[in-house]
């Protein structure tokens, strides 16, 4: 029996004494039973830490065996095996294309020893997400196609053990961490379970997408096998087993490499709620153990909000919510993994829309793209470059700053986002104004998303919406530092802006300072 096989066979035997409160390999005595798993009991942990609404901005990537056909998106390994969607139909080229390219005969599993990761430098990724401007920053440790990124003693299908030979997880929470910053992995193997066994309405060939399992059931093929090693990559196996994995693999993560953050896709709810309360606790009890404040992030309804925070992807708020939350937003403008020919998203819109998050209480993750050898494209390189020099200038108006009683206002036309809210990639201008404020209130930045007409006076309203009577002691331009004119008419903060050099083209900061 090869090395491989002994390993799984050892997981196998492991898997069939796991239970749903010892799942996870190295359980930690010292933890404090702090929380009860009860929504109830959970809620009395503080999901909106200091040092979250602090942060505003945290890195995060896709990257995987999916990124290796650098084809599509990261959903590549579930459209490959649907053979009869509709033409236009997202992933419905896959298919074709996978079969002109690589053969009938070769399935996901296979590009697993193409994902080489041979340039990966977890140092270099740290360093660059620290440049630009992020407080936080982890990775997709699990998506959907169920292959682990870190050296997992449950799931055999894992990056330390086949492909890249490495842990990924572990190798990059470890420099961030050098670095003073906090963590995060994001949980996407609830859609991993073969849900259509039964259901050939949903199969590969019925033209029918079943968006509760990645892969396309096909009676006939490799994502319907019981093959002892690939029925755990492809989803084959009982239900509570694999909720008993699913659980494991989380635990596992939380107690190997302590993440500050646990994040989680949609899907989540496909997961009894027993086991999202042994999760959330497990988490909780283990991280405030080791002196953490943990937070666990989920989307749509997939957990109670008195327990987390609610994720939007790709999109932001309306207004000023009563919690802080959070929005995924991608890099590029298509896929979240590279792909061949990707575009990406221009700096200025991506820093405008994170402005506009941030005067909402949000924060933002921002997704970058790895290609599969561990390189990240400098395109992309540039592009967080731009947000951390422009970051780096306005710093004191960005980090450890809250909202005012207002977000803003302006003349941008509402995008609707396609996950709720508005789009995270509105057109503003500097006809668009956002505020934040200092913690003592004492300062009020308003940012005004462009270029202002340099020596010309401008109005700025709901400066004094906290406190009609509130004096002003001095208005300057964060970054230049210089001094403008003011006076107060009405409501209104006439200010006059200075020449063009002392401002930013991305968006210019006033800094209202209050006696």
Same mark, same amino acid.
């Given at each position: 029996?090869?090395?491989?096989?002994?390993?799984?066979?050892?997981?196998?035997?492991?898997?069939?004494?796991?239970?749903?409160?010892?799942?996870?390999? %190295?359980?930690?005595?010292?933890?404090?039973?702090?929380?009860?798993?009860?929504?109830?009991?959970?809620? %009395?942990?503080?999901?909106?830490?200091?040092?979250?609404?602090?942060?505003?901005?945290? *890195?995060?990537?896709?990257?995987?065996?999916?990124?290796?056909?650098?084809?599509?998106?990261?959903?590549?390994?579930?459209?490959?095996?649907?053979?009869?969607?509709?033409?236009?139909?997202?992933?419905?080229?896959?298919?074709?294309?996978?079969?002109?390219?690589?053969?009938?005969?070769?399935?996901?599993?296979?590009?697993?020893?193409?994902?080489?990761?041979?340039?990966?430098?977890?140092?270099?990724?740290?360093?660059?997400?620290?440049?630009?401007?992020? %407080?936080?920053?982890?990775?997709?440790?699990?998506?959907?196609?169920?292959?682990?990124?870190? $050296?997992?003693?449950?799931?055999?299908?894992?990056?330390?053990?086949?492909?890249?030979?490495?842990? !990924?997880?572990?190798?990059?929470?470890?420099?961030?961490?050098?670095?003073?910053?906090?963590?995060?992995?994001?949980?996407?193997?609830?859609?991993?379970?073969?849900?259509?066994?039964?259901?050939?309405?949903?199969?590969?060939?019925?033209?029918?997408?079943?968006?509760?399992?990645?892969?396309?059931?096909?009676?006939?093929?490799?994502?319907?096998?019981?093959?002892?090693?690939?029925?755990?990559?492809?989803?084959?196996?009982?239900?509570?087993? @694999?909720?008993?994995?699913?659980?494991?693999?989380?635990?596992?993560?939380?107690?190997?490499?302590?993440? $500050?953050?646990?994040?989680?896709?949609?899907?989540?709810?496909?997961?009894?709620?027993?086991?999202?309360?042994?999760?959330?606790?497990?988490?909780?009890?283990?991280?405030?153990?080791?002196?953490?404040?943990?937070?666990?992030?989920?989307?749509?309804?997939?957990?109670?909000?008195?327990?987390?925070?609610?994720?939007?992807?790709?999109?932001? =708020?309306?207004?000023?919510?009563?919690?802080?939350?959070?929005?995924?937003?991608?890099?590029?403008?298509?896929?979240?993994?590279?792909?061949?020919?990707?575009?990406? =998203?221009?700096?200025?819109?991506? *820093?405008?829309?994170? *402005?506009?998050?941030?005067?909402?209480?949000?924060?933002?993750?921002?997704?970058?793209?790895?290609?599969?050898?561990?390189?990240?494209?400098?395109?992309?390189?540039?592009?967080?470059?731009?947000?951390?020099?422009?970051?780096?200038?306005?710093?004191?108006?960005?980090?450890?700053?809250?909202?005012?009683? !207002?977000?803003?206002?302006?003349?941008?036309?509402?995008?609707?986002?396609?996950?709720?809210?508005?789009?995270?990639?509105?057109?503003?201008?500097?006809?668009?104004?956002?505020?934040?404020?200092?913690?003592?209130?004492?300062?009020?930045?308003?940012?005004?998303?462009?270029?202002?007409?340099?020596?010309?006076?401008?109005?700025?309203?709901?400066?004094?919406?906290?406190?009609?009577?509130?004096?002003?002691?001095?208005?300057?331009?964060?970054?230049?530092?210089?001094?403008?004119?003011?006076?107060?008419?009405?409501?209104?903060?006439?200010?006059?802006?200075?020449?063009?050099?002392?401002?930013?083209?991305?968006?210019?900061?006033?800094?209202?300072? @209050?006696?």
């Amino acid at each position: 029996m090869n090395t491989l096989k002994k390993t799984l066979k050892i997981a196998s035997l492991l898997l069939a004494a796991c239970t749903l409160s010892q799942c996870s390999p %190295k359980q930690t005595e010292h933890i404090k039973n702090v929380y009860e798993p009860t929504w109830e009991s959970l809620a %009395k942990h503080n999901s909106e830490p200091e040092w979250f609404k602090d942060a505003k901005l945290g *890195i995060y990537f896709h990257w995987g065996v999916y990124s290796v056909p650098a084809y599509s998106s990261e959903w590549y390994p579930a459209w490959m095996y649907y053979t009869n969607l509709k033409e236009g139909q997202w992933g419905a080229d896959v298919h074709d294309y996978h079969v002109k390219t690589y053969g009938a005969d070769f399935n996901y599993h296979d590009f697993i020893p193409m994902f080489k990761a041979e340039h990966f430098d977890a140092a270099r990724w740290a360093d660059l997400f620290q440049k630009a401007g992020a %407080k936080f920053a982890g990775l997709v440790a699990e998506h959907h196609d169920g292959f682990a990124m870190w $050296d997992s003693e449950i799931n055999p299908w894992n990056a330390a053990a086949m492909g890249p030979k490495r842990d !990924i997880t572990g190798e990059l929470l470890s420099e961030l961490k050098k670095r003073g910053m906090k963590t995060i992995t994001t949980f996407h193997h609830a859609r991993n379970l073969q849900r259509y066994a039964n259901d050939s309405n949903h199969w590969a060939n019925s033209g029918n997408v079943g968006w509760n399992s990645h892969y396309a059931y096909d009676p006939n093929g490799i994502t319907s096998t019981k093959d002892e090693k690939l029925k755990y990559l492809y989803g084959n196996i009982p239900a509570d087993e @694999f909720y008993d994995r699913w659980l494991g693999q989380v635990d596992e993560v939380v107690d190997k490499y302590a993440p $500050d953050m646990i994040w989680f896709d949609s899907w989540l709810d496909m997961i009894p709620e027993k086991y999202r309360k042994e999760m959330v606790a497990h988490d909780f009890n283990t991280a405030v153990s080791r002196g953490q404040e943990p937070i666990v992030f989920h989307k749509q309804e997939d957990l109670p909000n008195s327990v987390s925070l609610v994720d939007i992807e790709q999109g932001g =708020k309306t207004n000023i919510p009563k919690k802080y939350w959070l929005t995924d937003i991608t890099i590029s403008d298509g896929s979240w993994c590279y792909t061949k020919g990707l575009k990406y =998203k221009k700096a200025d819109l991506i *820093i405008r829309n994170m *402005i506009d998050v941030w005067s909402k209480k949000g924060v933002v993750l921002l997704n970058v793209s790895p290609m599969a050898n561990g390189i990240i494209p400098q395109e992309q390189q540039d592009v967080l470059m731009t947000i951390g020099k422009w970051i780096n200038k306005h710093e004191e108006a960005v980090y450890n700053t809250r909202v005012h009683s !207002i977000f803003g206002y302006g003349i941008a036309e509402f995008e609707k986002g396609h996950f709720g809210g508005q789009s995270a990639t509105m057109k503003y201008t500097k006809d668009d104004v956002r505020f934040t404020k200092s913690k003592d209130g004492n300062t009020l930045y308003v940012y005004l998303l462009g270029l202002p007409d340099p020596n010309t006076e401008i109005g700025l309203e709901h400066v004094f919406e906290t406190n009609p009577n509130q004096e002003i002691k001095r208005v300057s331009v964060v970054g230049s530092g210089v001094e403008l004119k003011w006076s107060v008419t009405g409501n209104q903060l006439m200010v006059t802006t200075p020449g063009a050099d002392d401002m930013d083209e991305i968006a210019t900061v006033i800094k209202v300072e @209050f006696i």
